[in-house]
């Protein structure tokens, strides 16, 4: 084979084998602002997921600090009405602290 010959060749094959290629190279054009869409609404899922998570772990902590200040403050008040003035300032600082943290931002 001459050279030329090999070069018709090649060029009819190229022909053959470039629209695969063209259609492959434009498929991916195409789909690929649809998958990085698709990509970038699963990160936005996952954080406003993981957020949710984090602000019920948080609100279940504040109810638990609340619920162990106000059997804090409970007793201190037993005490007080048993005469303990210690007891009493106890009450009301713990008080404080109650309102503290029902005002408390999450």
Do not use: F
């Not at 690929?32 to 954080?47: C, F, Q």
């Not at 007793?75 to 007080?80: I, M, P």
Request: with cysteine; proline share 3%; aromatic share 0%.
């Amino acid at each position: 084979m001459s050279g030329g010959n090999m070069r018709l060749i090649l060029a009819m094959m190229s022909l053959v084998l470039l629209p695969g290629c063209v259609a492959s190279v434009v498929g991916d054009i195409v789909t690929a602002p649809v998958k990085i869409v698709s990509k970038t609404a699963d990160v936005l899922t996952t954080s406003q997921s993981e957020s949710d998570e984090k602000r019920g772990r948080e609100l279940r902590k504040r109810e638990e600090n609340l619920g162990k200040l106000a059997r804090q403050r409970d007793k201190a008040r037993e005490r007080c009405a048993d005469g303990d003035e210690n007891a009493c300032k106890k009450a009301y600082e713990i008080s404080d602290q109650i309102e503290d943290e029902q005002n408390r931002p999450i």
